[in-house]
């Protein structure tokens, strides 16, 4: 971690209190470049990450959740796993929305202009061991309120996969969370078609996308509503794709563990 921090005093601005106007961002910059760090105990990946986090609170005085910021939570759920890697700890570190919750270095993506989230955040709720948000996570879950789509994997091969849904079938280039997902085939998840943002070629030419987070069951509360934990994600390009796949689900209300 002091690695990250090793600029002086006078022109960090961490180090100073002097944030930048986008400091959401400087704190997504920090998180992919610790990210890359090789942890003794990954384990305790946010305890490790909990000293920049307190200078960041007292700059910006947000609640923090298991590694993002409260008026943010959505834009920093959106992360991705380029090299996945098996777990190197069982033990529980962080919710499986949370960037903290896997190995390896992730891509923070962000908020482009004219992006938005097709997912309304209803809660995020995090508990920890002491009453200081940044000590050792012990649970936590969002609620979310959108479109949760059942899906069949039909074939996989790796990075790609074929779907079946009660609407129609696709194919996609599917980016797992961690290596020890197995994506078998006619096995069950549920897709949730989370932001659209747009991609522009050489002639500025739009092409619309939407990032889907994959989720699968983790088990049933006492009242039996059904929880989720996020596995990975993957992306669907072009308007009628995104028409077809995205939007033809109920809305409803769900529990991402």
Known sequence: MDALLETSPADDPIKSGRFPMDTFSLWN????????????????????????????????????????????????????????????????????WSWASVDGPIRMCGLSAGA?????????EVTTKLPDEMSTVLEGFVMLKGRLIAAVFQHVNPPFATF?????????????????????????????PFKLSYQYGE???????VICLMLEEANRAPDSQI???????????????????????????????
């Open 116 to 124: 938005e989230f097709l997912v309304e955040l209803l809660n995020a």
């Open 203 to 209: 002639n500025r030419e739009r092409t619309p996308c």
């Open 29 to 96: 910059d920090l998180v992919q470049k610790y990210s890359r760090c090789d942890l003794t105990y990954p384990s305790d990946k946010l305890l490790a990450m909990a000293g920049v986090a307190k200078l960041f609170q007292g700059a910006i005085n947000e609640k923090y959740v298991a590694g993002l910021w409260s008026s943010h939570v959505l834009t920093m759920m959106d992360w991705r796993v380029y090299d996945p890697r098996p777990r190197q700890s069982t033990k529980y570190r962080a919710p499986s």
């Open 227 to 257: 929880q989720y934990r996020r596995i990975g994600c993957f992306n669907f390009y072009g308007q009628d794709k995104i028409n077809s796949f995205c939007f033809e689900a109920e809305i409803q209300v769900f529990k991402v563990l």
């Open 164 to 192: 079946l849904t009660e609407f129609s079938q696709f194919s996609v280039q599917i980016h797992p969370d961690t290596t020890d997902i197995k994506l078998a085939e006619n096995g069950y998840i549920r897709y949730v």
